[in-house]
Structure formats: structure tokens, C-alpha cells
């Protein structure tokens, strides 16, 4: 299996094999944005579970009860809180998190108590917090700054590297469509949107984009000196760079995800609901979307772009034609004539080969026999004369006058 995978990435690098990533990218555009639009249903159906972080409230975390069952604690919030429905979530095995709307001092105390019996725990196993709504709109106001601010860094600092403005505008694409997925997954699943999430959710842009990266510097490497062959377009040469990066990103993948599905199973299943939980499944998703952008939609981003610019355009049709047969040059277009003594061309013009004054070639090389001269007689002179022609920028050549000098 092993053998087959590594002979499969050998034929992708070499280009025996090519995948059309980038010659069929409308159907990976209709893909994502399908999935895109069918989670952010699902999503609005659902709705944000934002965490206390960002709402703000009071929260109660009971520690060693025997049963963890939520609807005690439901029942004993209801009767102090009646028109606001808690968050329960058990931790671990033996711990029950309520979160409610925030409580003066006096409520948090009575609620604590009535907690405590509910669960037949002593009143010092339960531990009270509170976040006001000033602290958490902070919070929300620091998470977006922070966002931003990031992609605008980044954004700089590719389009430096790249040297093109194009090629971050296309990585920063890609990176649109990675959050979007994530966040739809996250909000489908339910899991409660805290700080941790941010955090997670930075580090898969920083993921996604070291992985476009990787795919557009062996882009710059194909294209290098793009116009000076005639057997590859742009497109061809991008499409050949995701192949080339295929096997590698898919490889580093799956490293990466092994650990994050660990740490997601354990805080999913495990501990319970938490910070390890919250980071792990952004990784996840995140890890797995950065992966499809880089290799299915940012080199077609990059070549939709691109293909536009004067010099690819004209590179692009060029190549085209001669697949088709005919002339790499334009119908009409003429061409300067270079000859031995003025290599950089003439200011004559000729037509394209196949019109109707198409140049034939001369009958005789620089080196051919040329006619006897009647009036000379040495041998020797003749030959001289013959091996050291007179070069000319007229089109026919003169033969030279007789006679010894």
C-alpha cells in the first residue's frame, strides 16, 4: 500500500500523472460553496452557543457528586431564575457546570446552598464566578481586532514574499473559505464558542496558510522563465505545481490530525466539555478544510487572477495555437530580419510565414559555390574569395569583381 502511495506521488512530481485541480476548479468552487451554504443553514437553524466568556452571567461548578443527571440542577435554577433556561455541562466524571444570567451576591449564595443539597454535596464543593457584560463585550471586541489585524499582517507579508499583490489576494481567499467551514461546523456541532475557540481558530489560519505557502512557492518555481518555453500555459504550470504538492500536504495532514483527534476524543469523551475540547475541534475541521483550499481552490484562485495579465495572456495564446498547429505568432504579426552583420534585426519588415509574400529560402549558404569568374584566372584567388564572402545587409548578394589585386 505503502509502495503504491509513493509510486502515485513519484507520477504526480514527475508529471506522468496529472490531477485537473486546476482545469476543473469551477466544480471545486460549486463544491465549497455548496457545503458552505448548507452549514450556514444548519447554523442559523441551530444558532451560537456562545460561552459565558462573551455573554457574561453567573456560573457554578459542583464538584464530587455521585450522579451527574443535569435535570436537578435545571429544576433548582428555574425556581431562582424562571425566565432564563441554564446551561448545564457535566466535566469529567464527577463535576456539573450550570451557567446562568448573572446574580447579585445574595442570589449566588442561596443558589449555591440549594445546589448543594440538590446534588448532596457539602456546600464548599461548590465553586462561584461570575464575567459582567463589560469584561465579555471586551472580550469579543479584542477577539475581532485581533482577526483582523492578523489578516491584514499576513496579507502584507505574503504579498511581500510572492512579490504580486495576486498571490495573497488569492491565499487570503482560500483563507475565507477555511474559517467560513470551520465556523459552520462548529456552530452544527453545538460546542460552546469560548475563548479557547478563538484561540483554535487563529492557529488554523496560521495553518491554512502555511500550506498555501507551500503550494504557491513551487508555483513561482514552475513559472520561472514561463515565457521563454512554448510547451506549458500559466494554468498548466500551476496545475502542475498543486500535483507536485499533493502527496506532501496530504502527508502533513494527517501527521497533524492524529494528536488533534486524540486530544478531541479525550476532551470530548473524556474530561467532558473544556478548553482542550473547544481548541481541538477547530484544529480539526480547520486542519482538514486549510488542506482542500491549498490544493483545490487556491491555485485556481491564483490562476483566475493572474491569467488576465498582459504577458500570460499573450504567452497563454500563444502556446494554445501551436497545440492547434498553426503559427505561435498572430495572424498579420511581422517579424524583424536579423542578418549576419546586423544581429540585432533590420528595420525591414517581413509577413507571417503564410502569407502570400512568405520569405523562401535562399538558394545558396553564406559558404556555397559561388559562380566562375571569366576574368580570373588564378585558382588559389578564387577559392580565397569564396571562404571569406563580403557580408551585406541587402537581401541578394553580388558577385564579386574580377581580376588580381
Known amino acids: 500500500m505503502s509502495a503504491t502511495f509513493a509510486r502515485f506521488g513519484n507520477d504526480l512530481h514527475a508529471g506522468r500523472r496529472i490531477i485537473p485541480l486546476v482545469s476543473r476548479r ?230 497533524a490530525l492524529l494528536p488533534i483527534g486524540s486530544i478531541l476524543a479525550i476532551g470530548a469523551f473524556l474530561l467532558g466539555a473544556g478548553t482542550l475540547k473547544d481548541i481541538s475541534l477547530a484544529l480539526f475541521i480547520g486542519i482538514i478544510a486549510g488542506t482542500y483550499s491549498s490544493i483545490f481552490l487556491a491555485p485556481g484562485f491564483l490562476v483566475e487572477l493572474r491569467s488576465r495579465e498582459p504577458e500570460i495572456a499573450a504567452h497563454t495564446a500563444g502556446v494554445l495555437r501551436e497545440r492547434r498547429g498553426e503559427s505561435a505568432e498572430a495572424p498579420g504579426e511581422s517579424r524583424r530580419i536579423t542578418t549576419a552583420a546586423d544581429p540585432a534585426g533590420s528595420d525591414l519588415q517581413e509577413p507571417a510565414p503564410d502569407g502570400p509574400f512568405a520569405e523562401k529560402p535562399a538558394p545558396d549558404g553564406p559558404f556555397a559555390e559561388e559562380p566562375a569568374d571569366p576574368g580570373t584566372d588564378s585558382e588559389p584567388e578564387v577559392t580565397r574569395e569564396r571562404r571569406q564572402p563580403r557580408r551585406t545587409n541587402r537581401r541578394h548578394r553580388t558577385t564579386p569583381k574580377g581580376g588580381h589585386r
Not at 141 to 161: D, I, N, P, S, T
Not at 169 to 189: P, Q, R, S
Open 26 to 255: 469551477k466544480t471545486w468552487y460549486l463544491l465549497s460553496a455548496i457545503t458552505i451554504v448548507l452549514l450556514a443553514v444548519l447554523a442559523g437553524v441551530r444558532g451560537p452557543n456562545l460561552g459565558i466568556e462573551f455573554t457574561g452571567g453567573s456560573e457554578f461548578q459542583i464538584a464530587g457528586v455521585s450522579d451527574t443527571e443535569q435535570s436537578s440542577a435545571r429544576d433548582v435554577v428555574r425556581e431562582h431564575v424562571p425566565d432564563r433556561e441554564p446551561k448545564v455541562t457535566v466535566l469529567g466524571q464527577d463535576t456539573v457546570r450550570v451557567q446562568t444570567e448573572q446574580l447579585d451576591s445574595t442570589e449566588t449564595a442561596t443558589l449555591a446552598q440549594d445546589l448543594a443539597a440538590a446534588y448532596e454535596v457539602s456546600p464548599e464543593a461548590i465553586s462561584t464566578s461570575y464575567i459582567g457584560p463589560v469584561w465579555s463585550g471586551d472580550v469579543t471586541q479584542k477577539m475581532l481586532r485581533g482577526v483582523v489585524v492578523f489578516l491584514m499582517l499576513v496579507a502584507g507579508m505574503m504579498a511581500l514574499y510572492f512579490r504580486n499583490l495576486k498571490a495573497s489576494l488569492a491565499a487570503m481567499g482560500a483563507l475565507v473559505h477555511d474559517m467560513l467551514i470551520t465556523a459552520g461546523v462548529y456552530l452544527v456541532v453545538g460546542f460552546e464558542i469560548t475563548p479557547g475557540t478563538v484561540i483554535g481558530f487563529l492557529t488554523v489560519m496560521g495553518y491554512s496558510l502555511y500550506d498555501t505557502i507551500v503550494v504557491f512557492d513551487k508555483v513561482r518555481e514552475n513559472t520561472d522563465g514561463l515565457t521563454r518555453q512554448r510547451r506549458r500555459t500559466f494554468a498548466d504550470q500551476v496545475q502542475l505545481a498543486a500535483n507536485q504538492t499533493l502527496v506532501r500536504s496530504i502527508n502533513t495532514s494527517v501527521v
